[in-house]
């Protein structure tokens, strides 16, 4: 893992700028700082190298191919490097080196813009090609890392994270609004918008060529996807169990590969327990690592242990308290430079420092429940597509009218009776709508913000989306797995593990999204992973040989925190403001207070309480 940056201008770039930039990045890679300069000045690319695989000074970056053509900044790691280098050498390749990176360079060379398609990996990279002119720029299959881009002052800048960017001295440092109401809608920026207006993240399987002719500015164009998620589900198949096992297994092994020390993250949940097993299945010596609460309800270490003693697994356990929060929040609001609601980023970061002490790679279970439908919501898709049946949309519209008449709008019920109301757009939106809805965000919203919803709602984002994956055609199930995987992982849970991660320099494996895991769970119909009362039933079947049943059908819980208590018996991210409110150009500050003042006595609104916290503090450190 490591940070990578890179500049292309019609003039010839001031190389210590780039160099500042770089620097950062340097909790991303503590192991090299390198930089290079094109002989005419105008391309300029720098990189932090956190060194993984063939530790040797050869393959620190940027790294040039053999003959000087082509020059490559990453971050990431390409699992099946050693077979595409055996191909590669087939064919008359000579490498230098044992890394993955030099064989990304002849495997652009040989295969130019199909190039990602053929890599299974999790990367961000860009290639200059001094032959051509151009920098080619590709991010894998599910966004697991960051790539952001802008134009400056003539310039092409492009950075792992937004505060390399914000070093550049022409940069527009404006807030996007739509992007402000995706934080406060759905508790993150969803790609392809950043929270700086003019600023872009590469989405997910796309790439883009970028042009710098003789004495001209940068030419950059809108990326191109390689790759997009597509549902092909096999109904011929009766029972999945041995291709998930077998999959899963060779997933974990090519991705154990490492010249560092390697472990696993193991929360009690099907999905980490899983990776745990499989490596111990392989024969590969684990290390695990968890972290739990006080607060029995939230507390997953015993089924952790359980795992753990199951496969005679090292188990290191860290027990995160209130106190934890305002200790490191300084720290995470740096690390998390876009507002950002993932509360869980807070255990993610204590786990990840503890993980640090001993390993440098880790492997975890990110991915599993988007890909494998195993959040609660999964089910009640399920239900909404029988009851369809026989309780049709305008029966269920007047259903969501008297619910919306007599339940308050924070009622999970009428949010229910909402949802079954609309139309599946409009409900599938709903649905990832956690913080803030539409509606209480439109009575909140002033100034700039309010300008803003007049003409952008996340619905909008949704509906583009779903022309991918339309739900007539692919169901209510695969639509939202569809969204999930470009959305919620893309925007929340990868951003949270890659920044609380590589906060501490330690790199994150998510076995899950392996290319051939992706394949696999493409393949598996929906109805065989959620209905009326299940979730991720195929997983969990495969599973039943690997893991305790009561691990497997227990209530789900989720990677959480006992946040809500914290906040009303502890008093952590006091909502109240004294003074001038940076929000109050945007947010009507007396209604968030008596928001607060609800929450104490007795209404779940944890969620809100932590987006006006964090954007506060959010703005009083970057604006």
Known sequence: MCGIVGVLAPEPVEQVLVERMRDRLAHRGPDH????RSGDGQVCLGHRRLAIVDLSPEANQPF?????????????????FRALREELAGQGVRFRTRSDTEVLVEAYRRWGARCPDRLSGMFAFAVWDARERRLFCARDRAGEK???????????LFASELKALAAWPAFRREIHYPALIDFLTLGFVADPKSIWEGTRKLPPGCSMTVALPPGAAPRVPEPTAYWDLTFRPDEAVADWSEQVLATLEAASTEMAFADVPVGTFLSGGVDSSSVTAALSRAGYPVQSFTVGFEEQDYDERPWARLVAERYAVPFVERVVAPDDVDAVFDAILW????????YSYLPTYYLCREARKDITVALSGDGGDELFAGYLKYQRLGRMQGYERFLPRPVGRLVAAGAGLLLPETSALRRTAYQYGQDATTTLADMLMWVFTDAALRESARGPLAEALAHYTPVDTVRGLLQNAPPAEVGLVNAMRYLDFKLTLAGDILVKVDRASMAVSLEVRPVYLHRDVIALAERVPAHRLAGKAHSKEVLKHALRAWLPEPLLYRKKQGFAMPLQGWIRERGSLNGHHDGEDPLADVLDVARLNRMTDAHAAGRNLTSRIHSLYFLRRWLAEWT
């Open 335 to 342: 690390h998390y430079d876009e507002p950002f609601n993932d």
């Open 64 to 80: 040039h191919s053999h003959d000087g053509r082509f020059t490559v900044t990453f971050n990431g790691e390409i699992y099946n």
């Open 146 to 156: 960051p790539f952001y881009y802008t134009e400056a002052g003539g310039c092409f």
């Open 33 to 36: 700082a390198g930089i290079w």
